[in-house]
């Protein structure tokens, strides 16, 4: 699963998120939406799922895509960084990495989005550094009381305007320099509130959504999920707080919050700030704390099990074939799923499209044909870089532009390089490696090259199996592993159909492994 589409999963999961905490937020545990803030971040940054039958895409028509649209596919991958010489691109292409605009604008708003990041933490950290210990014995009884593996420093600095917390190794707990050491009925309720986030490492847990944000940037879905989620990590602490005290206390805790907020501080995306966000939510959350409950607590598993199990998951399409008492074979192409099973007398039935249609051998080979290559022979080869030689040569000083190079100017050392290149292909030929010269009578971009020892054929962007019978095209995929999940199953099958043997598929999985 490609980064795109993490984003795309994460920001629909958001949504539903946003949706049950505005009608449940005061219903509910606050903990059960840092929970599923937390199921949200793992799915941004988990590049694969597990299938459910409950999954909302199960919802969602897989699309009908034929062999040829696989090829095509690859092609128009490849055509992006097509070079004024379709062939010398090519060869481009397989010599270097091509970073596509998308990955470099991507690339510079995660390099801005961090720097930002660092910097506030930066300046913060200096102001903090100037701040010098509390030592009142009331304070000390505190932390008696509260100090564990971990020491805490409360200290005071005129820096800042509220109580916030920092620190993960070393917790510090930092107070305006105007506090009222005297009023311990105030004090007690900020200090527990810190005490709270530090005990929860609160700390390390915004430092990954600052890091989750910073890769999907783009996403506006995760900056609303940034915003809430700080919002729901003092709710939490709130909820906490009134508990440990009891509902009698929270009049007070809401009087202590208002006047905490007439001096809010600043932004401080690194520290747990007692005052930062949105008061009026807060204080409605603290005057309708609940005891929690055994209904709250099972009304709040089911709400993270279902959101879990209906977003967080990816479509199951095995649910939607028939149970025909049959043995399915699965294997994934490109980003859809064909499936095949035997039915009682032996007989094989294709699907492309999830298991909504099915077909017999030969009119699933009609309706998706493999696609047709025209292999360069030596000669023919030879002879198109004989005049190949001739034509570059001539290009040398001349301006040209490429999708994968941008502008630039054909130099002596860069027609020498790709000449060695077309010289090292021609050499293949000779060996016996087949090159397309066009595929299904196109002939833009060489495509692919197929070895009749190795039994396999491969492309830049995509890979094509050829068995006894057929030729399968997969790809492009973003990761080798989508890739290596694609081939696996494919060459089992074509083992347990006899089209190929055990030690040709053995062959092949370990070429990309």
Not at 58 to 69: A, D, G, V
Not at 211 to 238: G, K, S, T
Not at 245 to 256: D, I, R, V, W
Request: hydrophobic share 40%; charged share 25%.
């Amino acid at each position: 699963m490609s980064l795109w589409a993490m984003s795309l999963s994460g920001a629909v999961m958001i949504i539903a998120i946003v949706i049950l905490r505005a009608l449940l937020i005061n219903q509910l545990p606050k903990k059960t939406f840092l929970i599923l803030w937390g199921i949200v971040m793992v799915r941004l940054v988990i590049p694969f799922t597990a299938p459910s039958a409950f999954s909302i895409y199960s919802l969602i028509p897989e699309k009908e895509q034929s062999m040829n649209t696989q090829f095509s596919g690859i092609q128009d991958n490849l055509s992006e960084n097509l070079p004024v010489n379709a062939m010398a691109d090519t060869v481009h292409v397989d010599i270097t990495t091509q970073i596509s605009i998308k990955w470099l604008v991507w690339l510079a708003g995660l390099c801005l989005c961090a720097g930002y990041f660092l910097i506030v933490y930066r300046k913060l950290y200096r102001e903090f550094q100037m701040s010098f210990t509390v030592k009142i014995p009331q304070i000390e009884q505190w932390l008696v009381l509260h100090n564990g593996k971990r020491r805490i420093e409360i200290r005071q600095s005129d820096r800042v305007a509220a109580p916030v917390s920092y620190g993960i190794i070393h917790p510090i707990i930092l107070f305006p320099k105007n506090t009222d050491w005297e009023n311990m009925n105030v004090l007690q309720y900020v200090l527990e509130h810190e005490y709270v986030h530090i005990k929860r490492y609160d700390s390390i847990t915004k430092l990954l959504v600052t890091a989750i944000v910073c890769i999907h940037w783009f996403n506006p879905m995760v900056w609303v999920m940034y915003i809430l989620f700080n919002r729901d990590l003092e709710l939490a602490c709130d909820e906490c707080v009134i508990h440990r005290f009891g509902n009698n206390s929270k009049s007070t805790y809401a009087h202590t919050l208002i006047s905490m907020e007439e001096q809010k501080s600043g932004f401080m995306p690194f520290c747990n700030n007692f005052s930062k966000n949105a008061i009026e939510e807060r204080i409605t959350a603290i005057m309708k704390t609940k005891k929690t409950t055994i209904v709250m607590l099972v009304a709040s598993a089911i709400v993270i099990i279902g959101v879990t199990g209906t977003f967080a998951t990816s479509a199951n399409a095995s649910d939607k074939i028939d149970n025909k008492n049959s043995e399915y074979i699965e294997s994934t192409i490109a980003e859809d799923v064909m499936l095949a099973y035997n039915d009682e007398d032996g007989n094989i039935y294709y699907s492309a499209d999830g298991g909504e249609t099915f077909f017999n051998e030969k009119e699933f080979n009609e309706k998706y044909p493999s696609p047709e290559v025209e292999w360069w022979t030596y000669e023919e080869y030879k002879e198109w870089l004989d005049n190949e030689r001739i034509q570059l040569q001539s290009m040398l000083g001349e301006k040209a532009w490429t999708g994968g190079r941008g502008e630039f100017v054909w130099t002596q050392e860069m027609i020498d390089e790709t000449i060695a290149s077309y010289e090292e292909i021609l050499q293949k030929i000779e060996n016996g490696v087949k090159v397309s010269k066009t595929v299904d009578g196109s002939g833009e971009i060489q495509i692919a090259t197929y070895d009749d020892k190795e039994h396999f054929m491969e492309s830049v962007e995509g890979v094509a199996i050829a068995s006894d019978k057929e030729t399968k095209v997969f790809g492009p995929y973003d990761t080798k592993e989508e890739l290596l999940d694609a081939i696996k199953p494919y060459c089992e099958e074509q083992v347990r159909l006899g089209n190929m043997t055990q030690q040709e598929a053995d062959e092949i999985i370990e070429k990309y492994e």
